[in-house]
């Protein structure tokens, strides 16, 4: 199991901008890919954007354009960059770490955008 710790939320005006880290427990080229979910308030859980070990990178279309998913193999951490916040990216934001038999999740870390 890989323990996550995601950082970087906070509350935001729309248009804004944030950028959430997540802090992998063991080397980010041990884990088959990397990514970041979200919840909105009284919503399910949705996949916003991955990254495979070996650089493939997947990005939602509701934030293609805006967000970007990179990696810092160095610093065990994956990153989300916001841009061009909106108030329906308003979530809480986990990071997860899938590797071919298991996967894990951060506790989540909440991002409020306000208009």
């Known amino acids: 199991q890989v323990q996550l710790v995601e950082s970087g939320g906070g509350l935001v005006q729309a248009g804004g901008s944030l950028r959430l880290s997540c802090v992998a427990s063991v080397s980010i080229s041990s884990i088959k890919a990397m990514g970041w979910y979200r919840q909105p308030p009284g919503k399910q859980r949705e996949s916003v954007a991955t990254i495979t070990v070996d650089g493939r990178v997947n990005v939602a279309d509701s934030v293609k354009g805006r967000f970007t998913i990179s990696r810092d193999v160095a610093k065990k951490t994956v990153y989300l960059q916001m841009n061009s916040l909106k108030s329906e990216d308003t979530a809480v934001y986990y990071c997860?770490?899938?590797?071919?038999?298991?996967?894990?999740w951060g506790k989540g870390t909440l991002v409020t955008v306000s208009s």
């Open positions: 997860n770490a899938n590797r071919t038999t298991t996967a894990s």
